[in-house]
DNA sequence: CGGCCTGTTGATGCGACTCAATTCAGGTGG
DNA sequence: CCACCTGAATTGAGTCGCATCAACAGGCCG
């Protein structure tokens, strides 16, 4: 990939806005271009980080396994997004494995220079730390929801959620896609595909959502939303 | 507190180390010196954030409360370390609630000034961003005990921290002290006192440990190891 | 002494996970 | 073009962990 298209693609990334033109242009000089197929392992839960990765195109699934092959999606990464950032700045192993869903196409940036030009950008910094922070608070509530909440009310949640991602606005009768298969959308919402189908089942025969192909329509936003305050027991 | 005084404080926390004495000196003037009873309230989740703190002595508690006033506990500040750090550089309201579990000693760091520092110190910056990424690994390791693994696996693996901690190793008949009482443990760990209460019991019952006044001796780490890994059904 | 908080133990119920059977959609090869 | 296979989604029945409700013991303090 050539410098041009790849300063492009960092300008567009959260993590590098405000980052000066010339920044940019090292920037672009040392991510390297990377690619994997669907299925494919990009890192594994334990393996030494050398370095951390920006989703150009795809989609990635940030993954824990218990032993008896059970999974918890910690973060489904979208493009734009960056994933294994956080470990490069502690000396621990990566917390999680991360897999490709779909083919996907990244860039890497190798630890050791980013830290290197790290240091020369006051602006890069704090763009990482404000990264950093919202990776912070949407674990906090994925924890909060997942001890206190019960399985209908996280799912209410992710659907309002999705639903102002993709229009901006939370309303009757707008649509939206999943972003995966069900199967994986359960095991982000810490629970099991059987679970999720019930559920889904539940809320339009309560009227509160329509279901086709893998598409959800919010009929009544008022009562997800109510579901969404709901408390475990 | 004299800035003397606030320079040695800084000096043995985590966030400032190898942070130059000049630099150390510019931190400690900057850092107001602030005091809660027990019980009190030092944020609210949804307040505006106008600085950080750094705990010198007492407990803290960051926890998360359901509308019907169950609570779980995000995170048990101790000495030496820092609280509500994160959302400093994210323009979001606190995402949980602090509270002194006794009567507490703290260093405030104001937003704005503390910013405008952190632009001309690199080494601070750094130091700043490993915080947040052992933060970011301890939350991500919370999500897969509370949501793959069942609450005797959680407990065990507490334990042996606790044990690791205080000891700087693991091993049998290494006593330790729980940092409060049982129903804040519970609430760490996901979980109620009283299945807290059994869980222990049943431990005790097995040959793992050994209980009195709020000491855990540790009888068979192996046991508690094993039954650490152990999965969710 | 009496109130309060913490901790323990028992009985019960509910949510959700497990196991299993079936249907459905998509992709492949004959 | 259809038969076949694989993976996903759905639905039912059974089980289990753990939260709830409730009663009670022990320690601390006014």
Do not use: W
């Amino acid at each position: 990939m050539e410098i041009i298209q790849k300063k492009k693609i960092l300008r567009e990334a959260y993590l590098f806005s405000g980052v000066a033109e010339n920044d940019l242009e090292t920037l672009a000089e040392l991510a390297v271009s990377r690619d994997f197929p669907r299925q494919a392992v990009i890192f594994f839960e334990g393996k030494e980080p050398q370095g951390f990765f920006m989703l150009v195109r795809g989609l990635v699934k940030l993954v824990k396994t218990s032993p008896d092959g059970k999974e918890y999606i910690i973060r489904l990464v979208q493009p734009g997004e960056t994933f294994g950032e956080a470990v490069v700045f502690a000396d621990s192993p990566f917390p999680a494995t991360a897999m490709a869903l779909e083919d996907c196409q990244t860039l890497f940036f190798p630890k050791k220079t980013f830290l290197h030009y790290l240091a020369v950008s006051p602006a890069l910094a704090r763009n990482m730390l404000a990264t950093m922070s919202r990776l912070l608070y949407h674990l906090t509530r994925q924890l909060e929801d997942v001890s206190l909440k019960e399985v209908s009310a996280r799912l209410a949640r992710y659907l309002l959620e999705r639903c102002q991602e993709t229009h901006g606005r939370i309303g009757a009768g707008l649509t939206f896609a999943l972003p995966t298969t069900k199967t994986h959308l359960a095991a982000y919402l810490g629970t099991i595909s059987e679970t999720l189908s019930r559920t889904l089942a539940r809320f339009k025969s309560m009227g509160a959502i329509e279901m086709e192909k893998g598409k959800i329509t919010i009929t009544d936003p008022a009562l997800l939303q109510n579901m969404a305050k709901g408390t475990k027991s």
